[in-house]
């Protein structure tokens, strides 16, 4: 695997103004280290344990996002550090991240992951229960966080069009939302959405964050 090959590659048919999160997840510290000499410094994780071990190890002026499903009890240890989250998918989980950003005095990012694809296990929200969120009085009290935008994980279909339509449908949430709430907050601008598979559908329907794994560092062998 050529690693800065692959990400020069991406990053160079990527459009402007779109972030790639190189998602370095089950890779050890030398495939970091190849992007990060070469001068990518943004990378995503999926496991809590992982990427405070990889944070320990790692150069601090690498950007750190966080793009799993996190537990509210782990949240504790990432909020010193962590870039962004991009998978909040509970007020609950919120509520607790505002917690940990006030005890380390920092404002933590946020994305709300919402649930786009068919299968019932992929986390995330529906569009009514945002706005429930987002209309309560107790979110406005939440001074720890602030949401920067939207992420989805599109269905794992061969089915380019369905993909495409759920991407499109996430957009136009953002969008709507954007709208609705965060008038003039112009930190209310990501939208998180495609991976190796499908990051080019996702740029075509809006995205401005994309998350790659494998075409960057290869397949992953979780079976060690
Ligand atoms: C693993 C993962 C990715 C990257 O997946 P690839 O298919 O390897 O690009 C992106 N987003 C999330 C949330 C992931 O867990």
Known sequence: MDIVANINKIKSELPEGVKLVAVSKTKPNEDIM???NAGHKIFGENKVQDLVRKYE?????TEWHFIGHLQSNKVKYIAPFVYLIHAVDSFKLLKVINKEGMKNNRVINCLFQMHIAEEETKFGMSFGE???ILNADEFKELKFVKIEGLMG???NTPDKNQV???FSYLKSCFDKLGADFFKGDTDFKYLSMGMSGDYKIAVEEGANIVRVGSLIFGARNYGR
């Not at 190890?57 to 002026?61: A, G, H, N, V, Y």
């Open 164 to 166: 495409r339509k759920e």
């Open 153 to 155: 994980m599109a269905t």
């Open 130 to 132: 945002l706005t429930d």
């Open 34 to 36: 190849s992007a990060y």
């Open 57 to 61: 190890e790692l150069p601090k002026d």
